[in-house]
């Protein structure tokens, strides 16, 4: 189908105003205008009962995470959410809408974590700060009210890679059964040459260039895009990992990397949800403010988070 009608819309309002692609900015820049802009398209941050910024000890130094807790008292099941960003831009605030969204629907704790970025950190810094994350809230269950034994992870575009290639790592542990992994839009092969990627030109929304800048920070080769925690398509094996909600959109140079991993999975013996949204793009899910079916994909993964977590 066309671009919706929405997105139409919200793409002539960046025309309009010659709205520059974040590519084209210094770091600092698009950083500050990512944030802005997704703060503008996330609607109303719905109330919790209880929001508390604190630091954890990660691999490179001192981590932020934010928990989000939608009723005072209890163990309740968790979501870590990794924001995105193209492992260049955001920080906890980036995903605050999409947490306290998730957290209130889903009737779970959400904890935000936050990793070094690049191109400052290059790979793979951000997996291991976020796996370390995952281990920090299973280890310290008890004090931030949280239930270990139901535990998910998460997160949309750059995010959703850092998630899968959390599982990967959780899976070698050996000692940390994931209830679920959230994978919206996710980066999973940086060699990924598909017909959704060579059809994104479009100047005014995210494209093929957009993601090969954001590869561009991240590697500091182009070889370390090989290893399985950079390109998670690329892992020698998907079996044994947690069960998959898989979204993905119909304009995004994403999209087909992120469907040929739900399949995959699939076709490996890991329980998957695979929804594309038709007519909307990369971003759309932090966007519920301004697209409908940005509201709907969070109603779609709150519902999945609550039959992971009752299973």
């Not at 205008?33 to 703060?39: H, R």
């Not at 209130?104 to 936050?114: E, I, K, T």
């Not at 940005?294 to 709150?302: C, M």
């Amino acid at each position: 189908m066309p671009l919706h009608p929405q997105v139409q819309a919200m793409r002539a309002r960046r025309e309009a105003s010659d709205t520059p692609q974040l590519y084209t900015l210094s770091v600092d820049e698009a950083r500050a205008a990512d944030l802005a802009s997704i703060q503008a398209s996330g609607g109303d941050p719905e109330k919790v009962a209880e929001v508390v910024d604190r630091e954890i000890d990660g691999p490179g130094g001192p981590l932020p995470i934010r928990i989000y807790r939608p009723v005072l008292g209890g163990d309740l099941p968790v979501l870590v959410y990794f924001f995105g960003g193209g492992w260049t831009l955001g920080t906890i605030d980036t995903s605050d809408a999409v947490c306290r969204n998730l957290a209130n629907a889903a009737g779970c704790l959400v904890v935000a974590a936050g990793y070094r970025l690049a191109p400052e950190h290059k790979f793979p810094a951000a997996v291991h700060d976020c796996h370390a994350a995952v281990r920090w809230v299973a280890a310290n269950a008890a004090e931030i009210g949280a239930d270990p034994a139901r535990i998910a992870v998460g997160g949309d575009s750059a995010g959703g890679n850092l998630a899968a290639a959390v599982t990967l790592l959780a899976r070698e542990d050996g000692d940390l059964a994931l209830a679920g992994q959230l994978l919206v839009y996710p980066n999973t092969d940086h060699r990924s040459h598909t017909a959704s990627l060579r059809e994104s030109t479009d100047p005014y929304l995210f494209n093929a260039t957009s993601v090969a800048w954001y590869w561009a920070n991240y590697l500091a080769t182009p070889e370390d895009g090989l290893n399985p925690l950079a390109s998670p398509l690329r892992a020698d094996s998907l079996a044994g990992l947690p069960p998959a909600l898989v979204v993905t959109a119909e304009y995004d140079p994403l999209r087909d990397q992120a469907e040929e991993y739900a399949r995959r999975l699939g076709r490996e013996g890991v329980p998957v949800t695979l929804t594309r949204y038709d007519g909307m793009v990369h971003g759309f899910f932090c966007m519920s403010g301004d697209l409908d079916a940005g509201r709907r994909a969070l109603t779609q993964a709150a519902t999945q988070l609550r039959k992971w977590f009752t299973t």
